[in-house]
Nanobody
Framework: VQWVESGGGLVQSGGSLRLSCVASESTVSGLGWFRQAPGKEREFVAAIAWVGGTTRYADSVNGRFTISKDDAKNTVYLQMNTLAPEDTAVYYC?????????????WGQGTQVSVSS
């Protein structure tokens, strides 16, 4: 499966962005968003089960970010509200092993999110 992420940009603290990720083919695994800030390891952000739609979030984004999907478009979204400078990172999507929130497969190019204070 290949991914095309989009929707990133520069936003002021407190602002919102909506990221999109289109998969090259349908999948029945979990799908999720990860992010990597400069000088840091890539970390889990949010995941959604393709069957059933159960969602999981990292503590740092819970209550601010919402993950959703559109089955017909093979697309997963990440609505990000109340953004803070610490959310600045390159955001990636991937298949997710829901039991561990660990990524599966290759990464796409990601989309840059920059939050100014």
């Amino acid at each position: 499966v290949q991914w095309v992420e989009s929707g990133g940009g520069l936003v002021q603290s407190g602002g919102s962005l909506r990221l999109s990720c289109v998969a090259s083919e349908s999948t029945v695994s979990g799908l999720g968003w990860f992010r990597q800030a400069p000088g840091k390891e890539r970390e889990f952000v949010a995941a959604i089960a393709w069957v059933g739609g159960t969602t999981r979030y990292a503590d740092s984004v819970n209550g601010r970010f919402t993950i959703s999907k559109d089955d017909a478009k093979n697309t997963v979204y990440l609505q990000m509200n109340t953004l803070a400078p610490e959310d600045t990172a390159v955001y990636y999507c991937n298949r997710v092993r829901l039991a561990t929130m660990s990524p599966l497969g290759a990464w796409g190019q990601g989309t840059q999110v920059s939050v100014s204070s």
